[in-house]
């Protein structure tokens, strides 16, 4: 049984650019939520999907977005990064959201510059 | 307001010690996670408990809820337990809310 991955494991971007990260969840999960960390902080919730369809936001502006494709891997997106957007990115799988136990990746780091 | 708020921030034991984190939650939240969060940043969960009391080795959770009020509990604490312990609550199903963790460092 393979766990959570995600791709790249570090990143460094300039302010106002996109950047795209990745997630495959484990094996027969069908949920997959993302999370951002500041550095000295807990995470916070940014958004779930489940089979396919957003399931969940917190608050996070229009500029976060995501997909989750057939197969349950998912992408977030960040449009015109700003500098706050520094930080852990953790992705987390699950059978079927927030009533069950999640499955974290290791996480991505995002630095913007 | 929904929030998730833990106590103690940091916690400091010797090893052998029984250690206690408290989590006070708002209304509307109708499960907890206990998440353990090692240095490098990996996540993993513990428990998730709407009710009642969980155990898994050395590691105990229970929840009051009515008074709104999760505990993780470790017994005969060991320097391999040091980490960020995080609860987060369950919000309308669709929503988990994050309290700022317990730093715990346990010293042989």
């Known amino acids: 049984e393979t766990g959570v991955t995600q791709s790249p494991t570090h990143l460094i971007k300039t302010r106002g650019q996109q950047v795209t990260l990745r997630c495959s969840s484990q094996?027969?999960?069908?949920?997959v939520s993302w999370y951002q960390q500041a550095l000295g902080q807990g995470p916070q919730f940014i958004f779930q999907?489940?089979?396919?369809?957003?399931?969940g936001r917190g608050n996070f502006p229009p500029r976060f977005s995501g997909l989750q494709f057939p197969n349950y891997s998912s992408e977030l997106n960040v449009n015109a990064l700003e500098l706050d957007d520094s930080a852990l990115y953790l992705c987390?799988?699950?059978?079927?959201?927030?009533?069950?136990?999640?499955?974290f990746g290791p996480g991505t780091r995002l630095t913007v510059t | 307001k929904n929030e998730v708020e833990q106590s103690p921030q940091n916690l400091t034991a010797q090893e052998g010690e029984f250690i206690t984190i408290n989590c006070s939650y708002s209304?509307?939240?109708?499960?907890l996670h206990w998440l353990q969060q090692h240095p490098g940043g990996g996540i993993v969960s513990l428990f998730m408990l709407s009710s009642g009391k969980k155990k898994h080795g050395r590691l105990i959770a229970t929840i009051n809820i009515q008074e709104k009020h999760s505990s993780l509990h470790i017994t005969a604490s060991h320097p391999r337990d040091s980490a960020v312990y995080i609860c987060?609550?369950?919000?309308?199903?669709?929503?988990?809310?994050f309290g700022t963790g317990t730093r715990l460092q346990v010293f042989p």
């Open positions: 987060a609550g369950l919000y309308n199903t669709d929503k988990l809310i």
């Open positions: 999907y489940y089979r396919e369809e957003e399931n």
């Open positions: 987390a799988s699950s059978f079927g959201g927030f009533s069950y136990e999640q499955y």
């Open positions: 209304v509307g939240i109708s499960a």
């Open positions: 094996s027969g999960h069908n949920t």
